[in-house]
């Protein structure tokens, strides 16, 4: 076997994605595995593990697997298509500066959710520091 090509148990571990969801985003397109072993194996390279990486770093952030599918296919083309013209090309940047400014509007309601929960859980401590070590009722 080509050393560039992983088998799908690595490409779960190296992701930290279940091979379930591996083979959905197969499933579903996102991600094509690069070739088959003689025996019928999905085989990897790393540009597959860079496209599920992506797809693994949008999920949290609420993107569609249409709008994940989307992007791949505007960096593809970007990293590829030599044949871009001026226009093709802005067009292209312009659809991934609208993901850059999705995903930076995500965060910001991401890092809103956290500091209420750390808030919430610094308010359970304090309340249990009130009650002292064993509770209240004790001694």
Known sequence: ??????????????????LRTIRHYEETGLVIPSARSQGGFRLYTEHDV????VIRR???LGFTLDQMRDLLDVTDRLDHDDALDAGGRAELLERLRAYQQAADEQVEKLRIQLARAEDFAATLA?????QGPAGPGTG
């Open 126 to 130: 304090a309340r249990l520091e009130q």
């Open 50 to 53: 860079a496209r599920l990486m």
């Open 58 to 60: 949008m999920k949290p």
């Open 1 to 18: 076997m080509d050393d560039t090509h992983m088998q799908i148990g690595e490409v779960a571990a190296r992701t930290e994605l279940s």
